[in-house]
């Protein structure tokens, strides 16, 4: 397997995939004036993808331009046969990876199984990855996520993805019921960061970070492989 992840220098700098705002225009400014290591595309439904209909509207958000890479395709949904269909796509477009969202509280997406909805869903959540790794055929899968859904559940929900065997794992270091009101748990990133050792599965962590000095502070004072800003 390519797996673009072990070919970067750590810690890994990654622009982090946002809704209506990392679009292609966006990544390109960014990448004229301080490229990261590693780019996301924002986030396209799976199920809109596997649409007769929605595929021709989707495709504009999964598209790039060759100074962007390395790049993950980022995808959600609660249905594996479709993350199965997209991840397909995903290799077929050429990006470098494939990212599974497990960790967007919107209730539209959390309606559609998808999201940080997969953390009340552990069996299921393991049977999307491993579709993705089907379909994506080679190319490294990881997973963006938080660290629970009403509560910290950080050491539990860790656990249950890395039995699936993830590229790699960024946690978003607040609940799902926390959405963004809270400051970041950053002394919670310590236990992934422990229970990955030797797992071949990296650990980013994500939130509050203020630039890229501060992401390199924490990296280096937590032990990460890589932080998402």
């Excluded at 055929?137 to 990881?142: K, T």
Aim: overall charge neutral.
């Amino acid at each position: 397997m390519d797996n673009i992840w072990t070919k970067l220098t750590k810690p890994i700098m990654v622009l982090a995939p946002m809704a209506d705002v990392t679009d292609a225009a966006f990544r390109q400014i960014i990448n004229k004036y301080g490229k990261p290591d590693l780019f996301y595309t924002e986030f396209v439904s799976a199920d809109g993808l596997c649409s007769k209909e929605g595929r021709p509207k989707l495709l504009r958000d999964l598209y790039y331009t060759s100074t962007e890479h390395p790049i993950i395709g980022q995808i959600f949904g609660g249905k594996p046969e479709n993350i199965f269909e997209a991840a397909k796509l995903i290799k077929e477009l050429g990006f470098d990876g494939l990212d599974i969202n497990m960790g967007c509280p919107d209730r539209g997406i959390e309606k559609q199984g998808g999201g940080a909805s997969l953390m009340k869903h552990p069996a299921l959540a393991q049977e999307i990855i491993k579709a993705a790794q089907q379909g994506a055929a080679g190319l490294p899968v990881s997973i963006k996520t938080r660290i629970g859904y009403n509560a910290i559940e950080i050491e539990k929900w860790t656990r249950v993805l890395l039995e699936a065997k993830p590229a790699a794992i960024t946690f978003h270091l607040r609940t799902r019921k926390e959405m963004s009101k809270v400051a970041a748990h950053w002394d919670e990133i310590k236990i992934p960061v422990t229970l990955a050792q030797g797992s071949g599965t990296l650990i980013l962590g994500n939130g509050d970070v203020k630039d890229v000095t501060d992401a390199r502070e924490k990296a280096a004072q937590y032990g990460l492989d890589g932080v998402m800003l």
